[in-house]
């Protein structure tokens, strides 16, 4: 079942009913201010980070869910009918309702009664407020009288805080109004320790306004009621502590046929420290006045949403495709691209599943990230892998998470997980493939952001490999640490007793437990270390680290294989961990996708079988498990693995992000067919159909989706901010679609099932732009001939040449 449809030459999720099975919801921003927004308008907005700058308060965990949001009401003052253009929070029957979410824009429209409302939202490129212009249309035969009010209830700046520390905020809130009401400031602590404000704002004279949440709401009401609204009547009310809100009355009369259009806006304003206040104890409105009076008029919020518009058709034309497979055209060129953007912005802090106040920017997630926004904003990678390295330890290691305000390491949970350090192999190649820029390599870049003791970043590469090269175990394996990959594979835990963080309970090191999936991260990124060295012409360094690749790669086919698959880990016992002696836990899908797509085991014909078990034991029809069988038991020596009921999270759910793992790997041995058969299981658009069944928004992936042992198979949970995103992107780009950067230049080598037909791609790289035709002959994989130019070339990769700025390029399969 569907509650909506792709609008793909909007650009656009159409949403038909606001009762979706979850919350569906959107990004604005681009830069530094940022809102969630469902399709019933319920989410929030903050300055930059979700945490510690909120100026909206959202209740997570609440009933009814998405409960409080930006919202406007409507009463009809003929027959004193309420309701709302995104139907909460009063949940009046709408006659007609439709949420468009766009890229960094949604549109409401709804009516009742003959009533028609359109809400247009989005923040401009350039400026730190959201927009919100509604236009209300009277459809019926006769004179309309309408009151339209607004709400937004302030948090108080840190989130955190904001739900705990009540005996404090319930005096702090502090307002100002001005312009008669139609301009209502939120200024708590504005006085003692902060230099910004908020502001909502109507570009219009008003017939009232409310500041006070209780004044507005009524004792014991939820905005679903409010009292005001049912009187038709603000109070005017100026709040004092307790909660402050932002509300807004206007009154309409609307003749047959007439419509009037409002423009709200809701902003961040920051004061130099020496110029805060216009008069004792008033804030200096200025760069608030100057803001708001950018967005005064219909034709400026057009032109402002015009700008957007464009950003995302340019920044989307980097790579895009047109083939007969509209369902791929649409998350490539879309979707997929719009999620990874999402991720950049927002790591894993704010969505309807992460509350914005816990982790930071995770080391491991943010290299991951990059991997698919690289092609997008090759600039801003640049400096997010700077950050990433500069929270690094001199011995390779690395702070497992930094905030995104400080860029400073969190000491709370420290490093010791293991991959991380590879991971910044992994993000730096990745972006010098892609730009060909040899600087970023000779840049000094901090350790624990202590300059004193900064490397170049190529220095900080050798330290990440060496880290793994020299904290192996007994079989030659490197050791997992806290965790590798899995954040739930702890074996060096042992924790008993609630409220012990898996991960930071137990020591950060054990000298026995070993990960057979960092070997295969080892093979893979240590060879891509290997093609730096050589860039900066450091053969002997290049040499030696394919000597410590070859070490691993042995270990990883003779200790790390099992007989049909890959083993996943060592315990602290040296048990081994998903093989077959095991009793729960036999087969793990990491290592059988990160091995063979390093290439392990490929000349040897374990490659073929790791593949063939997983296809056996872990597929579903709703993607690859992570493991099996579930567990069942709690396993002190496997930590948090073990604790999720069977079939949830990483115990035996279907992890959407290692799944193109395994896709990309089927690639490596040309296996067309069974690459897009796994990529189509988890991608959005194939399973559009099946919204009831898998409940998340079916434009972005989700983290996980519910695995065979769980009781609802097939649902989705936790959508949006997910390395999901960056992986799929890089499968169906990289692998199936097959146009790879190399550091000679762009390859292609697409492995396609057998009847996926011809295909267009075009491709922006290093100032140039490539025009790709592919035709596919029926084959699965391999190039028989590539012309550029006109000019026939040998092999698969399109030789780069400084100046040329297009390449015309037709590559036959077969
Ligand atoms: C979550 C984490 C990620 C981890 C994965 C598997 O997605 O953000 O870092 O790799 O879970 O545990
Ligand atoms: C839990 C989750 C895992 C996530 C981690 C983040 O362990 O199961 O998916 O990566 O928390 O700290």
Redesign the pocket.
């Known amino acids: 079942m569907k509650y909506g449809y792709f609008d793909d030459n909007a650009l656009e999720y159409v949403i038909t009913t606001p009762k979706t099975p979850l919350p569906w919801i959107n990004y604005l921003g681009n830069k530094e201010f940022f809102s969630l927004i469902s399709n019933t308008c319920g989410g929030y907005t903050f300055y930059k980070d979700a945490k510690l700058l909120r100026l909206t308060r959202y209740r997570y965990n609440n009933v009814p869910y998405d409960n409080n949001g930006k919202y406007f009401y409507i009463k009809d003052n003929t027959d004193s009918s309420v309701w709302n253009p995104g139907w909460q929070p009063v949940k009046a029957a709408l006659d007609s309702y439709e949420c468009r979410h766009g890229l960094g824009y949604s549109t409401f429209t709804s009516s009742k009664n003959d009533v028609e409302a359109k809400v247009l939202t989005f923040v401009p490129m350039e400026d730190n407020c959201e927009v919100s212009q509604i236009t209300i249309t009277n459809n019926k035969g006769k004179d309309a009288m309408i009151s339209l009010f607004s709400y937004v209830e302030w948090c108080l700046w840190n989130a955190d805080d904001d739900m705990k520390n009540f005996q404090r905020n319930l005096s702090t809130g502090e307002v100002e109004v001005t312009d008669g009401g139609s301009t209502l400031y939120h200024k708590t602590e504005y006085r003692e320790r902060r230099n910004h404000y908020a502001v909502y704002s109507v570009n219009a004279p008003v017939d009232g306004f409310d500041t006070s949440r209780d004044a507005f709401l009524g004792a014991y009401n939820g905005p679903d009621s409010p009292d005001v609204v049912a009187d038709g009547k603000c109070t005017n009310s100026v709040a004092s502590g307790w909660s402050p809100i932002a509300s807004h009355q206007i009154n309409l009369q609307l003749k047959p046929g007439e419509s009037k259009t409002f423009i709200f806006v809701l902003a961040y304003v920051e004061n130099p420290e020496d110029d805060k206040w216009e008069a004792p104890s008033v804030i200096n409105k200025k760069p608030a006045i100057a803001l708001l009076s950018k967005y005064k008029t219909e034709d400026a919020v057009a032109k402002a949403l015009a700008e957007l518009k464009s950003y995302w058709k340019e920044l989307l034309s980097n790579y895009h495709i047109s083939s007969k497979n509209e369902k791929v055209d649409r998350m490539v060129n879309i979707w997929n691209q719009y999620q990874c953007m999402v991720t950049f912005n927002m790591s894993r802090s704010a969505s309807y599943y992460e509350s914005g106040i816990g982790?930071g920017m995770g080391f491991r997630d943010s290299c991951q990230d990059l991997l698919g926004f690289v092609h997008l904003i090759p600039d801003r990678a640049r400096q997010r892998i700077i950050d990433i390295a500069s929270t690094q330890f001199q011995d390779g290691s690395a702070y497992h998470q930094y905030q995104p305000l400080t860029k400073k390491g969190n000491s709370d949970i420290g490093s010791g997980f293991n991959d991380d350090p590879l991971w910044l192999i992994a993000g730096t190649s990745a972006y010098v493939r892609e730009t060909g820029d040899l600087s970023i390599l000779k840049e000094m870049v901090p350790f624990d952001n202590d300059m004193s003791v900064a490397k170049t970043l190529m220095g900080h590469l050798k330290c990440s490999f060496d880290f793994t090269a020299t904290h192996k175990g007994p079989h030659g394996l490197p050791l997992i640490g806290r965790a590798d990959w899995n954040?739930?594979l702890n074996l060096n835990c042992f924790s008993e007793h609630p409220g012990e963080s898996?991960?930071t309970f137990g020591p950060s090191e054990g000298p026995v437990a070993e990960s057979v999936f960092i070997a295969g991260m080892f093979v893979k990124y240590g060879e891509e270390y290997a093609q730096l060295c050589e860039l900066l012409g450091d053969q002997a360094e290049a040499d030696r680290a394919r000597d410590e690749i070859k070490k691993v790669y042995e270990a990883a086919i003779t200790a790390g294989w099992d007989g049909e698959w890959f083993v996943r880990a060592y315990d602290a016992y040296s048990h081994k961990v998903g093989s077959k002696e095991c009793e729960e836990g036999q087969i793990y899908i990491e290592p059988q996708g990160f091995c063979v797509l390093a290439g392990i085991g490929v000349k040897e014909g374990l490659a073929e079988k790791a593949l063939k078990s997983v296809e056996e034991r872990l597929d579903t029809k709703y993607g690859v498990m992570i493991l099996q069988p579930a567990y069942t038991k709690y396993h002190l020596e496997l930590g948090?693995v073990s604790s999720y009921p069977p079939g949830y999270?990483?115990n035996a759910g279907i992890f959407c992000h290692n799944n193109p793992w395994v896709s990309i790997a089927e690639t490596v041995l040309g296996h067309g067919d069974r690459a897009f058969e796994i990529y189509k299981k988890t991608c959005p658009a194939y399973i559009e159909d099946i919204s009831d069944v898998h409940c998340t928004e079916p434009y972005v992936y989700s983290?996980m989706v519910a695995g065979r042992d769980a009781k609802f198979f097939g649902q989705g949970k936790n959508s949006w901010l997910t390395g999901t995103a960056a992986w799929t992107f890089v499968n169906i780009s990289q692998y199936i679609l097959g146009v790879y950067p190399t550091h000679k230049g762009l390859s292609i080598d697409p492995c396609v099932p057998a009847d996926f037909g011809d295909f267009e791609i075009t491709r922006k790289y290093r100032d140039a732009v490539y025009n790709i035709s592919v035709k596919q002959n029926g084959a699965q994989k391999g190039i028989k001939k590539l012309t550029v130019n006109g000019k026939e070339v040998s092999g698969n990769v399109i030789p780069y040449e400084e100046g040329v700025k297009e390449y015309n390029v037709v590559a036959e399969m077969g």
């Open positions: 982790r954040d739930c898996f991960q948090e999270k990483e983290q």
